[in-house]
T-cell receptor
Framework: KAGVTQTPRYLIKTRGQQVTLSCSPI?????VSWYQQTPGQGLQFLFE???????NKGNFPGRFSGRQFSNSRSEMNVSTLELGDSALYLC???FGAGVQETQYFGPGTRLLVL | QKEVEQNSGPLSVPEGAIASLNCTYS??????FFWYRQYSGKSPELIMS????GDKEDGRFTAQLNKASQYVSLLIRDSQPSDSATYLC??????????FGTGTSLTVIP
Protein backbone atom coordinates (compact mmCIF):
# COMPACT_ATOMS: atom_id res chain seq x y z
CA LYS A 1 0.00 0.00 0.00
CA ALA A 2 1.41 3.38 -0.97
CA GLY A 3 2.22 5.77 1.83
CA VAL A 4 1.29 9.39 2.33
CA THR A 5 2.61 11.61 -0.43
CA GLN A 6 3.21 15.35 -0.34
CA THR A 7 4.01 17.78 -3.11
CA PRO A 8 6.09 19.74 -3.65
CA ARG A 9 8.95 18.51 -1.47
CA TYR A 10 10.79 21.82 -1.45
CA LEU A 11 9.62 25.34 -2.02
CA ILE A 12 11.21 28.78 -1.92
CA LYS A 13 8.97 31.81 -1.71
CA THR A 14 9.33 35.46 -0.83
CA ARG A 15 7.52 37.41 1.83
CA GLY A 16 4.00 38.39 0.88
CA GLN A 17 3.49 35.56 -1.56
CA GLN A 18 1.10 32.71 -1.03
CA VAL A 19 1.70 28.98 -1.27
CA THR A 20 -0.39 25.84 -1.68
CA LEU A 21 0.80 22.45 -0.47
CA SER A 22 -0.79 19.14 -1.37
CA CYS A 23 -1.19 15.87 0.50
CA SER A 24 -2.51 12.52 -0.69
CA PRO A 25 -3.36 10.14 2.16
CA ILE A 26 -2.95 6.40 2.34
CA UNK A 27 -5.69 4.67 0.38
CA UNK A 28 -8.76 4.25 2.59
CA UNK A 29 -7.76 6.94 5.04
CA UNK A 30 -10.30 9.74 5.35
CA UNK A 31 -8.56 11.95 7.88
CA VAL A 32 -5.72 14.29 7.01
CA SER A 33 -3.94 16.39 9.61
CA TRP A 34 -1.42 19.14 8.94
CA TYR A 35 1.49 20.10 11.16
CA GLN A 36 4.18 22.75 11.11
CA GLN A 37 7.57 21.75 12.43
CA THR A 38 10.30 24.21 13.31
CA PRO A 39 13.47 23.63 15.34
CA GLY A 40 12.31 25.86 18.16
CA GLN A 41 8.63 24.91 18.38
CA GLY A 42 8.53 21.24 17.53
CA LEU A 43 5.42 19.81 15.89
CA GLN A 44 2.55 22.28 15.93
CA PHE A 45 -0.92 21.12 14.92
CA LEU A 46 -2.57 23.20 12.20
CA PHE A 47 -5.85 21.47 11.41
CA GLU A 48 -7.50 18.16 10.62
CA UNK A 49 -9.91 17.36 7.83
CA UNK A 50 -12.28 14.42 7.76
CA UNK A 51 -14.77 13.75 4.98
CA UNK A 52 -14.16 17.19 3.48
CA UNK A 53 -14.90 18.99 6.79
CA UNK A 54 -12.47 20.68 9.12
CA UNK A 55 -12.89 18.74 12.35
CA ASN A 56 -10.07 20.10 14.51
CA LYS A 57 -8.13 23.32 14.39
CA GLY A 58 -4.94 24.44 16.04
CA ASN A 59 -3.94 27.90 17.13
CA PHE A 60 -2.69 29.42 13.90
CA PRO A 61 -3.73 32.69 12.24
CA GLY A 62 -6.29 32.79 9.48
CA ARG A 63 -3.52 33.05 6.89
CA PHE A 64 -3.32 29.28 7.21
CA SER A 65 -6.23 27.47 5.62
CA GLY A 66 -6.97 24.11 4.16
CA ARG A 67 -9.47 21.99 2.38
CA GLN A 68 -10.14 18.38 1.59
CA PHE A 69 -11.53 16.90 -1.57
CA SER A 70 -13.94 14.02 -2.03
CA ASN A 71 -11.04 11.64 -2.72
CA SER A 72 -9.57 12.62 0.69
CA ARG A 73 -6.66 14.51 -0.85
CA SER A 74 -6.00 17.70 1.03
CA GLU A 75 -4.40 21.05 0.37
CA MET A 76 -3.22 23.71 2.72
CA ASN A 77 -2.71 27.31 1.77
CA VAL A 78 -0.65 29.99 3.43
CA SER A 79 -1.31 33.53 2.30
CA THR A 80 0.86 36.61 2.81
CA LEU A 81 3.91 34.59 3.72
CA GLU A 82 6.13 35.76 6.57
CA LEU A 83 9.75 34.83 7.30
CA GLY A 84 8.55 32.87 10.34
CA ASP A 85 6.52 30.55 8.11
CA SER A 86 9.74 28.86 7.03
CA ALA A 87 9.30 25.33 8.30
CA LEU A 88 8.76 21.70 7.45
CA TYR A 89 5.07 21.15 6.77
CA LEU A 90 3.92 17.64 7.43
CA CYS A 91 0.66 15.95 6.72
CA UNK A 92 -0.47 12.77 8.39
CA UNK A 93 -3.33 10.48 7.49
CA UNK A 94 -5.47 8.03 9.43
CA PHE A 95 -8.81 6.26 9.05
CA GLY A 96 -10.26 8.96 11.26
CA ALA A 97 -13.04 7.02 12.94
CA GLY A 98 -11.97 5.06 15.98
CA VAL A 99 -10.36 5.26 19.38
CA GLN A 100 -7.17 3.51 18.39
CA GLU A 101 -6.35 5.71 15.45
CA THR A 102 -2.77 5.80 14.22
CA GLN A 103 -1.36 8.62 12.13
CA TYR A 104 1.17 8.06 9.37
CA PHE A 105 3.25 10.94 8.12
CA GLY A 106 4.19 11.97 4.64
CA PRO A 107 7.73 13.06 3.74
CA GLY A 108 6.91 16.73 4.27
CA THR A 109 7.26 19.93 2.29
CA ARG A 110 10.16 22.13 3.28
CA LEU A 111 9.21 25.76 2.80
CA LEU A 112 11.76 28.56 2.85
CA VAL A 113 10.48 32.13 2.90
CA LEU A 114 13.00 34.78 1.89
CA GLN B 1 -4.36 22.75 27.32
CA LYS B 2 -3.46 19.14 26.73
CA GLU B 3 0.27 18.63 27.06
CA VAL B 4 2.85 15.99 26.36
CA GLU B 5 6.18 16.40 28.11
CA GLN B 6 9.48 14.80 27.19
CA ASN B 7 13.04 15.41 28.28
CA SER B 8 14.66 17.09 25.31
CA GLY B 9 17.99 15.44 25.97
CA PRO B 10 20.34 14.96 24.37
CA LEU B 11 20.54 11.42 25.63
CA SER B 12 23.75 9.56 24.84
CA VAL B 13 24.21 5.83 25.31
CA PRO B 14 26.98 3.49 24.21
CA GLU B 15 26.32 0.96 21.49
CA GLY B 16 24.70 -2.17 22.90
CA ALA B 17 23.24 -0.40 25.93
CA ILE B 18 19.58 0.16 26.78
CA ALA B 19 18.17 3.59 25.94
CA SER B 20 15.24 4.73 28.06
CA LEU B 21 12.96 7.50 26.85
CA ASN B 22 10.18 8.93 28.97
CA CYS B 23 7.00 10.88 28.39
CA THR B 24 4.20 12.23 30.56
CA TYR B 25 0.83 13.51 29.41
CA SER B 26 -1.77 15.73 31.00
CA UNK B 27 -5.09 14.41 29.62
CA UNK B 28 -6.21 11.53 31.81
CA UNK B 29 -8.83 10.57 29.22
CA UNK B 30 -6.24 9.78 26.53
CA UNK B 31 -6.44 6.25 25.24
CA UNK B 32 -3.84 5.87 22.48
CA PHE B 33 -0.12 6.44 22.76
CA PHE B 34 2.61 6.39 20.16
CA TRP B 35 6.33 6.67 19.68
CA TYR B 36 7.70 8.10 16.45
CA ARG B 37 11.32 8.21 15.36
CA GLN B 38 12.52 11.16 13.32
CA TYR B 39 15.88 11.29 11.63
CA SER B 40 17.34 14.70 10.92
CA GLY B 41 15.67 16.25 7.89
CA LYS B 42 13.12 13.46 7.59
CA SER B 43 9.50 13.02 8.64
CA PRO B 44 8.38 11.11 11.76
CA GLU B 45 8.12 7.34 11.38
CA LEU B 46 5.83 5.32 13.63
CA ILE B 47 7.72 2.71 15.65
CA MET B 48 5.34 1.75 18.45
CA SER B 49 1.74 2.17 19.52
CA UNK B 50 0.29 1.14 22.88
CA UNK B 51 -3.25 1.28 24.19
CA UNK B 52 -3.32 -0.79 27.40
CA UNK B 53 -1.44 -0.57 30.66
CA GLY B 54 1.70 -2.66 30.74
CA ASP B 55 4.43 -3.50 28.31
CA LYS B 56 4.36 -4.05 24.57
CA GLU B 57 7.40 -5.48 22.86
CA ASP B 58 8.39 -5.29 19.20
CA GLY B 59 11.87 -6.53 18.43
CA ARG B 60 14.37 -4.37 20.29
CA PHE B 61 11.68 -1.87 21.28
CA THR B 62 9.46 -2.03 24.36
CA ALA B 63 6.77 0.52 25.10
CA GLN B 64 5.47 0.82 28.63
CA LEU B 65 2.22 2.52 29.62
CA ASN B 66 0.99 3.48 33.08
CA LYS B 67 -2.29 5.35 32.79
CA ALA B 68 -2.59 5.93 36.53
CA SER B 69 0.71 7.81 36.48
CA GLN B 70 0.04 9.25 33.01
CA TYR B 71 3.40 7.97 31.90
CA VAL B 72 4.66 6.34 28.72
CA SER B 73 8.17 5.11 28.10
CA LEU B 74 10.17 3.53 25.32
CA LEU B 75 13.07 1.19 25.91
CA ILE B 76 15.51 0.42 23.11
CA ARG B 77 17.60 -2.65 23.84
CA ASP B 78 20.97 -3.33 22.21
CA SER B 79 21.08 0.26 20.94
CA GLN B 80 22.69 0.74 17.53
CA PRO B 81 24.19 3.86 15.95
CA SER B 82 21.29 3.73 13.48
CA ASP B 83 18.94 4.38 16.41
CA SER B 84 20.41 7.89 16.73
CA ALA B 85 17.43 10.14 16.06
CA THR B 86 14.82 12.26 17.79
CA TYR B 87 12.01 10.28 19.39
CA LEU B 88 8.59 11.88 19.58
CA CYS B 89 5.93 10.82 22.05
CA UNK B 90 2.36 11.33 20.84
CA UNK B 91 -1.03 10.98 22.46
CA UNK B 92 -4.42 10.73 20.80
CA UNK B 93 -6.52 12.95 22.99
CA UNK B 94 -9.79 11.86 21.43
CA UNK B 95 -11.66 13.00 18.31
CA UNK B 96 -8.51 12.11 16.39
CA UNK B 97 -6.56 15.06 17.75
CA UNK B 98 -2.96 14.15 18.39
CA UNK B 99 -0.63 15.92 20.79
CA PHE B 100 3.12 15.63 20.42
CA GLY B 101 6.01 16.14 22.77
CA THR B 102 8.97 18.20 21.63
CA GLY B 103 11.06 15.06 21.26
CA THR B 104 14.11 13.51 22.88
CA SER B 105 17.34 13.49 20.92
CA LEU B 106 19.16 10.16 21.22
CA THR B 107 22.77 9.56 20.22
CA VAL B 108 24.18 6.05 20.26
CA ILE B 109 27.97 6.15 20.52
CA PRO B 110 29.86 3.38 18.66
Amino acid sequence: KAGVTQTPRYLIKTRGQQVTLSCSPISGHRSVSWYQQTPGQGLQFLFEYFSETQRNKGNFPGRFSGRQFSNSRSEMNVSTLELGDSALYLCASSFGAGVQETQYFGPGTRLLVL
Amino acid sequence: QKEVEQNSGPLSVPEGAIASLNCTYSDRGSQSFFWYRQYSGKSPELIMSIYSNGDKEDGRFTAQLNKASQYVSLLIRDSQPSDSATYLCAVNGGRNQFYFGTGTSLTVIP
